[in-house]
């Protein structure tokens, strides 16, 4: 059911209660004053003293209303709330005289005009105050919808920026496997489909066993080592036994995964690669380390990747919900990130 949709019915269920209690409060208060039977004449005295109002109330709530105070039209609310006031109270008048003139005693209003008129303004600009609270929960519901949708459709643009960079690197991998092992690249295109399907089905959901996301970045170091030589000192350290029901974004860890390979890898001098995840207290902790190359060989840490992994943390968790640490030394760069975790 859509939020409108809800708030209408709300809000006509709360007229539907109120005009409920105005026609039996003449019932209750004859048993208020300990009478043994109700007095259904005064009832009906009172109900037809109450229906101009009703009538008033209903032509209001349902059409001039919408029409004309909804739409900021407010001196042609006043004045069709006037206008109907009069024509209704008028054609009242009319009817008692008649009744009056037959011989019959039927009392719809003891008030003069004027007050009428001032009572009924007085209900629908209740009415009104009314449909403006509706109005305006409505809208901020709508309105928090809206930022859900555009921080969802956000964090879907900046997961899979992340996409085309990881599979360059793995292709490349790939390739240049081909002509040194032919049965090892058939394996990586094996574990590449795998790690495809990850990206293209599992990774729509809005969390992944964290499990599950260990065993994609295993996945990508083990693609990501043929391309290096012993030289490079690659270790990846985790709980060997992870809870299926510990949850966590997907795509998220191997940002930094990427970075460290990225920017951690020399070809001319020994280099390393330290990934540690620690689980405890509800709460993920991952350590990326990897060695800085030369003052000649330094590229830019700090890219679109680590950049995009940010804004996705702050849409997840908050400014103050998550901790990201980057510390750049001289011959070493340090990446902390600590996350809640979420149980399925």
């Given amino acids: 059911m859509k939020i409108g949709k809800k708030h209408v019915i709300g809000e006509n269920l709360l007229y539907v209660l109120v005009w409920t209690t105005i026609l039996l409060v003449p019932v209750l208060n004859s048993q208020m004053l300990s009478e043994l039977h109700v007095n259904f004449d005064n009832v009906l005295t009172v109900w037809r003293q109450v229906l101009p109002y009703l009538i008033i109330f209903l032509i209001n709530n349902c059409i001039i209303a919408p029409r004309y105070f909804l739409r900021k039209h407010y001196w042609s609310f006043i004045v069709a709330n006037i206008a109907l006031t009069i024509v ?6 009319f009817y008692q005289q008649a009744q009056l003139a ?4 039927i009392h719809y209003t003891n008030h003069e005009v004027y007050w009428n008129v001032l009572f009924a ?3 629908n600009g209740t009415n009104c105050g ?7 929960i409505d809208d901020e519901q709508q309105l ?3 930022k859900e949708e555009n921080l969802r459709a956000e964090m879907v643009s900046l997961k899979y920026q992340i996409n ?3 599979f360059m690197n793995t292709l490349n991998n790939i390739h240049a496997l081909i002509d040194i092992d032919t049965e090892g690249a058939k394996s990586a295109v094996i574990d590449l489909s795998k790690m495809m ?17 260990m065993q994609f970045l295993r996945n990508y170091i083990e693609l990501m080592r043929i391309r290096y030589t012993e030289n490079v000192e690659i ?4 709980p060997k036994e992870l809870p299926e029901k510990i949850t966590i974004p997907p795509l998220l860890l191997i940002v930094f995964v990427e970075n460290a390979f990225k920017h951690g890898v020399s070809y001319n001098h020994p280099s390393y690669i330290h990934i540690s995840l620690f689980y405890a207290d509800g709460k993920l902790t991952a350590l990326f380390s990897n060695s800085r190359p030369p003052q000649n060989e330094v590229r830019k840490m700090a890219g679109i990747g680590l950049e995009n992994a940010r804004k996705r943390l702050d849409l997840i968790y908050g400014v103050d919900g998550y901790t990201l640490d980057i510390r750049q030394e001289k011959d070493s760069y340090t990446v902390q990130l600590v996350i809640p975790t979420l149980n399925a």
Avoid at 102 to 105: C, M
Wanted: net charge negative; glycine share 4%.
């Fill in 88 to 93: 209704v109270f008028t054609l009242v008048d």
């Fill in 102 to 105: 037959q011989g019959g005693l």
């Fill in 121 to 123: 303004l007085f209900m």
């Fill in 130 to 136: 009314i449909k403006l609270l509706y109005k305006s």
């Fill in 144 to 146: 928090l919808l809206l």
């Fill in 164 to 166: 085309p960079h990881f």
């Fill in 197 to 213: 399907r990850y990206v293209l089905y599992d990774s729509e959901r809005e969390t992944i066993s964290l499990a599950a996301d």
């Fill in 235 to 238: 270790t990846i350290d985790h």
